[in-house]
Structure formats: structure tokens, C-alpha cells
């Protein structure tokens, strides 16, 4: 009895361009082409597998091989239908380049086409996988493909068209066959369920076309599997799930939930029961990425599509959309990434199952991938950390003991062996400039002792190594740019650009060259103005002393080398030069000189600056606030 068993997918092959199901485009125009009989010389079939490529071109062999034939509708009775539908190789031959790919066997083939038909009108050649031929077996019936002997028809039929070489496509009208629709592999599964006598319910029938990703052979053969659970009892998704080997979905929404809520212990032991109870590592990443794959469309899509999008039935969407709140479209799209890694991973690995935990404690482990908020705010602060230091700060200082009432640190704040008499009256010059004062509390006995973390100044674009590297960015010459790596710049000005080399060859190679034009250009550019002298020289002794400012302040000379002119002065500015410099008030008697001691010059800010940052609490205000003493 066994014997006589025909598989359910060659039992309801189609017979005729009417019981194709779906490929539209092709039966149109097939059939239009052999009611008008204009019947090409070759044929090239191509599209994914199980979508009817060779119940296509079989139906066109028997169409044109009917005793009726040419005809749309062949008959099934005759010699010549019967031996195509039981595959009897007289006048249709069908070929498996797989195993037929030598040039030899290609050879073979040709030297029987010159036999005329014997039952029907043509002579026809249907070569499956045709991308498996060698180079040399294609070169061999290239010929004979383009001006075949009369009544011969070549049908070839490949899921890689891409493989088959272009001389081969060119010669052939192809037809792309597309995946089935889902909706069409259901309403076919439906009918052979209802001719067989098998009791299953829709929503099987559904898990089963979305699992043939468009194939119908696939979804044919499932069925006819399952078909055996259904003399006994309904067939339902979870039978279809245990013959694909595929989780539930209430486990893997339980599974879920346990990363979701960052709990990897029990996340563990959900994943050691899926695992004990038989499937594999791989089986059951590939269905959680899925689980999240459907999350991730029910929160972007809308609630008419999911049903078709997912592939699930009314309640498990509602569980979707319950969860749905939960993550981000980042989070999910991280966990579908963080799961197609551990896939690889498992496929390489010896030890799959070590794979499997170490995965799901790093999925389940959600608390640093936090919201998309709580990153901008992360990154904000970064920005700022000046803000943020100063927020450090305050919440140090409220942390203190409070004996003493608020005071605020001035520039004449001291250390704690300061003596407590009246300071001096504090003139303009000697208030550090910040935009507010910072309330430190301190005890009766010694101040609060915070250095705050260093915080790097901001570079604001104008300085000497900002200005180089975007002139350097301007300069097209990618030899040029190299060479200048080599340089040193002095001066980078609108009213002119300076630069050194330490070896004289260097500075001929530029002037005698169009390099130096090239960084004309690249400052015109910068400066956006025209003909911006530019100096390349050896280094000077007065290179040091040279002011690099936009304002232009400076001249040059008749070498081509910049020197600092002196700026004009308003009266009122030389009147104040004139007078004597005010007295400094007496704070320490170490900054008192002796009398024996030469008068010094008046020491220039910066090292102003240095002498009177003598307290840790002046440099955390001078830290926090960027500041600086103005003079």
C-alpha cells in the first residue's frame, strides 16, 4: 500500500496554466503566446524554489505536444500528455545540469536534437539548475541555443540566474517567477486540506505558509507531514511549532519578559527548560529574534497590517501590545543586533550551550542600554561638565557639617593658617572674574578641602593648532599636505601666514614650486579674501615673540617676513601710562622687597596669576569657572 502512495505535492502538481497558482504575469503572457503562436526557440525560467518553474515548463510542453496542440487547454489523455506527466523521457527530455554538467554530457545532448519527434510536434529540452554547467558546457551550447534545429525548444530553469552567463540570457526569453503570496498558499493548503480529509485549523495553515517563505512545494510537504496528526485529532499551531521545532509563543513571551525586565537569573532558567526540553541553541535565538522582530512591528506599524506583517492571531497580538511600552525602537533594534551576534557565534562554537547563557545573561543584562532620554541627558552633561562639576561641587559642600554660616570665596580667600585680621579693601583688578560665586560651607576650624576633577579647556577654533589644521584641510595636494606635516607655523593671520621648516632644501622645494601657490590658496580660502601673503623661511630667533591675532596688527617687511607694529594709543590711554602705577596693597610681608633690592619690572599676568594662586579653594574656582585675575 505504501507503494502506491503519491506524495501530496506531485498529487496536486498543476496540469494546466489555469491551476498555476499565483505567477499571473507568466500565465498571461504564456498563454497569449500560444494562442497567437509565436512560440520562442528557448525559454529561461528563473525565480526562488518551489514557485513553479518546472510544473510551468512541463505544462508548456504538453500545450504544444497535445495532440490538440498548440492549446491552452491540453487534453491529459493522449500519448504525448501521459509521457510528459509520467516524466517518460521521448519527446520532452528533462536534464539535471547538477549531475549533467560536463562539457561532455553537453556534448551528448546535442548529437541526439537532430532526431525529429516522435509522438508530438516539437522536441523539447527542460534543463533544471542550468547555473550548475560548467563554462565549457555553456560554450557548447551557445550555438545551438541561438539557431536551434527546427521544431527543437529549449526550457531552462535555475534559482541562480546571476551564474548563468550573459550570452545564455540574451538568447532566451526569461520569465521571473515571484514568491507566492501568503494569502494564496493558504487558500491552496485549504483546498488540498479539504480534498484529503484533513482536520486543521487556519491559523496552522498560516504558521505553515509563513514558515515556506513563499515557496509551495515547502508548505505542500509540511502539510502532507502533518496530515497524519489530523485523523485523530484538529491540527493546530502548536503541532506545526513542535514539527519545526519552534518555541511557543507563551514561552517565548515569558522569556521575554524576563529580559525586558533585566532579571538574568530567571531568564537562565526559562532558557534551561527550552533547552531541556530538546531544542537546539540556535533554534532558540533564531526564534526569539523573530519574537522581537514581531515587537518591533507592532510598535511601528499599524493594527490593520500586523495580522499579515506577523503572522499571528488576535490574542498573541494583544500580548505584543502589552509589551510594546516597555522598550524603545533602539532598545528592540539593539536585542535583534545583540541576537544575530550570538547566531554567528553559536554556529562557530564548539560549545553551543556555553554560548547560549553567556548570550542571555548579556540580553537580559538591559540596565545599561537605558532609554534614549536618559542617554541625551548622559551625553548633555558630558558636553557641559563644567555645569556638572559645579553641581558635584555643591552637592559635596551640602554633605559638610554646617557650624558656621555661608560664606562666599572671594580671591582673598586663604588657607586655613591665614590670619584672621580685616583683609585689605580689594580693588577691581583683583576680583576674579566668574559668573557666580559658589556658597562653600566651612566649620570653625578648618575650611572645605575640594579639588574638583580637571576639566579641559575648550578649544575655540582661533588658536595656533586649530587655524594650522584647517588651513592644512584647505590645501587640495595630498603631497603637499604630507610635506607640510613637517613644518612648524608661526603665525596664521589674514594679513599673512608664516611658516618654518628646520632644513633649508625643504624651504626651496616650496617657494621654487607650486606648492607655495597651492597654500595662497588654501589661506584665500580660509580668510575668504584674495592673495593673503604667505612666508616660508627658516626659523628665527624672533619667531617666539611673534602675536598670532586676526585683528592685523601686523606689517611686513620687504623679505616677506610679518613683524608687530605698535598699536595706536588714545590720549586718555597714554595718560594713564604716564601716571605711577597705584601701590599694591602689603598682604604678606614675603612679597615685600628689600631695600637693598633693585626695583623689578611689573611681572606681566601670567605670572601675577601664578603668585597669587596660593589656596586650593582658588584654584577649584579658577577650575570650575574657566576663570582668570583681570587686570
Known amino acids: 500500500?505504501?507503494?502506491?502512495?503519491?506524495?501530496?505535492?506531485?498529487?496536486?502538481?498543476?496540469?494546466?496554466?489555469?491551476?498555476?497558482?499565483?505567477?499571473?504575469?507568466?500565465?498571461?503572457t504564456l498563454t497569449s503566446a500560444i494562442e497567437l503562436g509565436k512560440i520562442s526557440h528557448a525559454y529561461l525560467f528563473t525565480g526562488p524554489r518551489g514557485t513553479g518553474k518546472t510544473s510551468t515548463a512541463r505544462i508548456l510542453a504538453k500545450s504544444l505536444n497535445c495532440k490538440n496542440g498548440p492549446t491552452i487547454h491540453p487534453c491529459g489523455e493522449c500519448e504525448s500528455c501521459k509521457d510528459i506527466t509520467n516524466s517518460i523521457p521521448i519527446d520532452v527530455i528533462e536534464i539535471d545540469a547538477a549531475s549533467n554538467r560536463k562539457v561532455e554530457d553537453t556534448q551528448n545532448l546535442l548529437e541526439k536534437i537532430q532526431y525529429v519527434p516522435v509522438n508530438g510536434k516539437y522536441k523539447i529540452y527542460i534543463i533544471d539548475e542550468v547555473h550548475m554547467l560548467t563554462n565549457h558546457a555553456f560554450n557548447a551550447l551557445l550555438k545551438t541555443l541561438e539557431e536551434p534545429p527546427k521544431n527543437v525548444i529549449f526550457i531552462l530553469a535555475t534559482t541562480e540566474v546571476h551564474k548563468v552567463l550573459d550570452t545564455i540570457k540574451s538568447r532566451c526569453q526569461r520569465f521571473d517567477f515571484r514568491r507566492i503570496t501568503t494569502d494564496d498558499i493558504v487558500k491552496h493548503l485549504r483546498y488540498i486540506s479539504d480534498q484529503e480529509g484533513i482536520n486543521i485549523t487556519n491559523d496552522a495553515l498560516f504558521a505553515i505558509a509563513k514558515n515556506s517563505a513563499g515557496g509551495m512545494r515547502d508548505s505542500i510537504s509540511l502539510l502532507d507531514q502533518l496530515s497524519i496528526l489530523g485523523i485523530s485529532k484538529e491540527i493546530t499551531t502548536d503541532d506545526v511549532n513542535s514539527i519545526l521545532g519552534r518555541i511557543s509563543f507563551d514561552i517565548l513571551k515569558k522569556l521575554s519578559s524576563r529580559i525586558i525586565e533585566s532579571k538574568p537569573s530567571e531568564a537562565i532558567e526559562i532558557l534551561n527548560e527550552i533547552y531541556n526540553s530538546g531544542n537546539e541553541p540556535l533554534q532558540i535565538l533564531t526564534n526569539l529574534c523573530e519574537y522581537f522582530k514581531n515587537l518591533l512591528i507592532v510598535k511601528t506599524c499599524s493594527e490593520k497590517l500586523l495580522p499579515d506583517l506577523t503572522g499571528l492571531?488576535?490574542?498573541?497580538?494583544?500580548?505584543?501590545?502589552?509589551?510594546?511600552?516597555?522598550?524603545?525602537?533602539?532598545?528592540?533594534?539593539?536585542?535583534?543586533?545583540?541576537?544575530?551576534?550570538?547566531?554567528?557565534?553559536?554556529?562557530?562554537?564548539?560549545?553551543?550551550h556555553l554560548w547560549l547563557e553567556v548570550g542571555m545573561i548579556d540580553l537580559a543584562n538591559m540596565s545599561e542600554n537605558s532609554s534614549l532620554l536618559d542617554l541625551q541627558n548622559r551625553i548633555k552633561s558630558l558636553e557641559c561638565g563644567s555645569v556638572k562639576t559645579n553641581d558635584n561641587a555643591r552637592e559635596y559642600a551640602s554633605l559638610q557639617p554646617l557650624s558656621t554660616p555661608v560664606q562666599e570665596v572671594s580671591r582673598e580667600s586663604t588657607a586655613p593658617s591665614a590670619p584672621a585680621e580685616p583683609l585689605p579693601a580689594q580693588k577691581p583688578k583683583d576680583i576674579i572674574k566668574q559668573e557666580e560665586k559658589i556658597p562653600v560651607q566651612t566649620t570653625q576650624t578648618e575650611a572645605v578641602e575640594f579639588t574638583p576633577p580637571p576639566v579641559s579647556k575648550k578649544s575655540d577654533g582661533k588658536d595656533l593648532a586649530s587655524l594650522w589644521q584647517f588651513l592644512l584641510a584647505n590645501i587640495k595636494s595630498p603631497s603637499t599636505q604630507a610635506l607640510l606635516k613637517l613644518a612648524k607655523p608661526v603665525k596664521i593671520a589674514p594679513d599673512g601666514v608664516i611658516i618654518t621648516f628646520r632644513n633649508d632644501r625643504l624651504v626651496s622645494q616650496i617657494n621654487d614650486s607650486n606648492k607655495k601657490q597651492l597654500i595662497i590658496d588654501a589661506a584665500n580660502v580660509m580668510f575668504n579674501q584674495t592673495s593673503t601673503p604667505v612666508s616660508v623661511r627658516m626659523p628665527q630667533s624672533g619667531d617666539a615673540n611673534i602675536q598670532v591675532k586676526l585683528s592685523g596688527t601686523e606689517d611686513s617687511d620687504e623679505q616677506g617676513n610679518f613683524t608687530t607694529t605698535e598699536t595706536k594709543q588714545t590720549p586718555v590711554q597714554k595718560q594713564n601710562l604716564e601716571q605711577p602705577a597705584p601701590k599694591e596693597p602689603v598682604v604678606d610681608k614675603e612679597e615685600v622687597l628689600p631695600a637693598e633690592q633693585p626695583a623689578q619690572t611689573k611681572p606681566n599676568n601670567e605670572e601675577k596669576t601664578k603668585e597669587r594662586v596660593e589656596s586650593d579653594q582658588e584654584k577649584m574656582i579658577l577650575e570650575l569657572f574657566d576663570g582668570k585675575y583681570i587686570e
Open 1 to 28: 500500500m505504501s507503494g502506491n502512495y503519491i506524495p501530496l505535492y506531485r498529487k496536486y502538481r498543476p496540469q494546466s496554466l489555469e491551476t498555476l497558482v499565483g505567477q499571473e504575469h507568466i500565465k498571461k
Open 313 to 352: 492571531n488576535e490574542p498573541q497580538i494583544k500580548e505584543l501590545l502589552t509589551q510594546k511600552d516597555l522598550l524603545e525602537n533602539h532598545q528592540i533594534v539593539f536585542l535583534i543586533e545583540r541576537i544575530s551576534h550570538y547566531i554567528k557565534e553559536i554556529k562557530m562554537a564548539s560549545n553551543q
